[in-house]
C-alpha cells in the first residue's frame, strides 16, 4: 500500500481506541483530566452528526490518543498529523469518523467501521440510544450461538470477560457469571500505554501489525459497544473495520464501484492428518512434533504469500489455524487475477515439495454490503457455506490442473526412486540429496529440518518470520515452506544481538513471534522492551501466537509409562478430539441479522484461543511429565500421553471447553482414545484414535448425539453415561484394593462376552442365571465383604431385571445393555488395576 493507505490502515485500527482511554479515565468531558482544552474544543467538530454526543464522546479520547502520541506518528506521517485544518491529518481521520465534516478518506472510515458491525452507516446512526455505559464489561460472543432472538431477548444471565489482558489461566480469561458490572480499567490502560510508547519503528506497516498484536494482548476483553453489540471485543471491531478500510480504500483508489466490493477467501489444505502420521518408524517421537509444527509454518507462510500477493495487511486475515485460513480482500479484476496465479503458484509449489500428500484449495465468492448487512435475504453464513462448498468441489479435483498441463510430468515426479526416508516412509525426489542421521539412516532433507525443528521448540524464545533469507542467520537452519520465499527460524533472544542491522534493514518483511506468551504469561517481546538501553527499538513487527505445547521434558513415548516392571502393565493413549458440528456453527449458528464479520473473527479466535493456547495449560496442570501435544489448533487436538492420563485429559478439556462455552448447549467436543503398548507403531495408534473418535462422532444415547468420549471400543456420551460409569469403575478399583476377589471383573466380562448381546439386547437367555448362580456365589463366599455384596446385588438387579435407567444404583441415561456397561467398567478397572504407577 502507499503511505494514504497505511495511514488508513492505522487509522482505522485506531478509530475507538477512545473507548478503551475513556472508560480508564474517572472523568467526563468536562472533568476530564487527560483531554486538554484543543481536543475539548474540537468536540463540536468531531460530533456533528444526528448522532447525539453522549454517544460519541469517545472519540474526542481517540483524538487526545493521537496528540498524545505526536512524535511517534510523526516518525510514520511527518509533522501534520495533529493538523485539525487537515481533513485527512491522522487525528482528523481517527477523531472524526462520526462527524458529518469528514474527508472522503475518512468516510471510508466510518463505513467500514459501520460495516464491521453489519450494518450501515443509517442503520448504526438509528441505534443509539442513549448515553455510553461507563465501564461495561465484554460478553462472550459464544454464549448466543444457537439462541434465537426470543431466547437472547430474555436471557439475562450472561457470562462475562474479566477486564485482563490475554492469559493462558483460566482466572484471567475465561467468562463468568456474577461479575460486577463497573471494572477497573485504569490498571489495563496503564500497562497498554507503558508497552504502546515501546514501539519505535520508522516502518508505518511495522508499527500498524504491531498495534494489531498490542491490540490482542489488551483489547480483546473490552466491549467495543456494549449497547448494541454486547460480545464484540474491541480487538475484534477494530481489526475488521480495518480490513474493511484497506479493501474500501483500494476500490476508491482505483475508482471501482460495485455492489460487491468484497471477497471471501477460504484455503484449505487437505491431506494433514495422513501427513503428521506418515510415520513408519520407531523413532516418531523425533519427527511428530516438528512435522506437526511445519504445517503451521507451512499454512502462515501460504497465508503471507497470499497477503503479499495481494498488498493487504495482517488484520485482512479473519482466521489462520488448523490448516486453513480465511481473509477479505477488495473485489476488483487486478486482486481476482492475483488470485488465478497466485493460486496456480502455490498448487505447483505444493506438489514440488510434496507430491500428492498436501492439497491447497484456494477459493473465494463475492460478498456485496447487503450480504454484510444481513439485507435482502443474504448474510453471512450463506457466503462461508458457499465457500465451504467450492472447496469441497476443488478437493475432488486435485491436482487436475496439474495433470492437464503436464501429463507425464506429473506421472514421472511420482516415480520417486527405491530409497525411502527412514522415518516417514517417503520416496526421494528427483536430485534431492539424503541426509544421514544417527542411529536412523537417510532421511529427507524436510524430515531432517522437522527433526530439528521438534528440538529447537522447546528452547527457542522466538520465531522470527522472514519474507527473504537473514544472511546472519543461515546457520540455524531455517525452513522455507514450500519454497514460497518465507524463511522461518527458532532462536533464543541473544541471537538477535548480533543480527541487528540486518533486521533494522528488512522492517516490516520480518515478524518476531514470542510462543505462546512467553510460557503462557501472556507476554510478548515487545513487552520485555525497556526503554533505557540502547538497543531497546526494532523497527520489525513483533507479535505472540498460541501452539499447542513447546513446552516439553524430551523423554520418549514410552517414558510416559514409567520404568518397566514384571507386574506392571504399561500402555500409553493417543487422544484425538474435535468440536462437534463446527462445520454447522460457522453456516447457521448465528441469527442471520447477527452475523458480522467481527463475530465470525471472535468466534475463530476462540476456538484458536483454546485449543491452540489454553490447551496447554491443562497439559502443564494434569499431566505434565507424561503426556505431549503432536497437534492443536482450530478446533482439534492429537495427544499421546500415559493411557490414564489421556482419559484425564480428555475429561479436563471436555470440563473446560464447556465452561468457557458458557455452558451452550450448542458446543461440545467428542473424542476417540486408543490404548496400545509403547512400542506400538503410532502410525496405527492414530488410525484407532480416529476410528474411536468415529465411534464417538457417532453415538447416540437416548436421541443425545455426539458429545462423546470413546475408548475400547466403548463410546459413552459425557454428561448421559461417562461419569456413572466412571464411578462404578472406581468402585470397582476400590473394593478390589481393599482386599475383595478380583476374579469379580473377569467374571463379568466372561458373562458378557458370553451373552450375544445385539442392538444392546441380551439373546443368549440362559446369561441370566448363570450369571445370576455365578455371582450368588461370590457373594456367599465373601459375606465379610460388605461393599462387595452391595455391588453384587446391584449388578443382578440391573443385569437381570433389564434395568437401564440406574448403573449400581445411580441414574443413568443410555441405550447400552446394563451389562455391557458393567463389562466395560469391570475392563477398565482391570486395566487400571494392572498399571501400578502411582498417579
Known sequence: MNNIGEKIYLSALLHDIGKFYRMADPGNTTTSRFLNAEIKEKAKDFITSKESEPNCEHVLWSAQFVMDHEIAFRRLFGESVCDFSDADSLISLVGGHHSDQKSALGALISRAEALSWGVDEETRRESFNGPEPKNPRLRSVLEAIGLDEEQIRRKDNWHYYPVEKISLQKDHFFPKSGLDQSPDYAILWTHFLEDFDKIQTRSARSFSETLLYLLQQYACTIPADAQRFPDISLFDHSKTAAALAVCLFDLQENAIETDKPFLLIGADFSGIQSYIYQIVSKYAAKNLKGRSFYLRMLSDAAALYLLKALDLPQANIIYNSGGGFYMIAPNTENIRQKLTDVGKHMEEKMFEAHGITLYLSLEWVEISVDTLCHRKGDNLAEAWTEVFRRQDKKKSQKFARLVERNYNQFFDSLDYGIETDKITGEGFLPGETPCRVSEIGNVKPLTKQQID??????????????????????????????????????????????????????????????????????????????????????????????????????????????????????????LRMDVDNLGHIFQSGMQPDHTSLARYTALSRSFDYFFSGYLNTIRQELADDTSFIIYSGGDDLFIVAEWRDAIRLAKQIHTDFKEFACGNPAFSVSGGIAIFPPKFPIMRGAKESEDEERNAKTHIAQSASKNSISFMQTPLNWEKEFTTVESLKNELVEIINKGCPKSLLGKIMQHAANAEIKNHTITRFKTYWILSYDLSRMKERNKEHSSLNEIIENCLKEVCGNVRTFLNGQFIVTDYHPLELWAFAARWAELELRSRIEK
Open 453 to 574: 525443528l521438534g528440538t529447537n521448540l522447546r528452547d527457542a524464545d522466538l520465531m522470527i518470520v522472514s519474507d527473504g533469507e537473514i544472511k546472519g542467520l543461515r546457520h540455524k537452519n531455517p525452513i522455507e515452506p514450500a519454497g514460497l520465499g518465507f524463511f522461518f527460524y527458532l532462536v533464543k533472544k541473544n541471537d538477535l544481538k548480533p543480527i541487528e542491522d540486518e533486521l533494522q534493514a528488512k522492517a516490516e518483511k520480518v515478524i518476531l513471534i514470542t510462543l505462546n506468551g512467553n510460557k503462557s504469561n501472556g507476554q510478548f517481546l515487545l513487552n520485555e522492551i525497556t526503554q533505557n538501553g540502547k538497543n531497546t527499538a526494532f523497527d520489525n513487527v513483533i507479535g505472540f501466537e498460541f501452539y499447542g505445547g513447546n513446552i516439553y521434558n524430551g523423554e520418549t513415548f514410552d517414558k510416559f509409562c514409567g520404568e518397566k516392571s514384571d507386574d506392571s502393565l504399561r500402555r500409553l493413549g493417543i
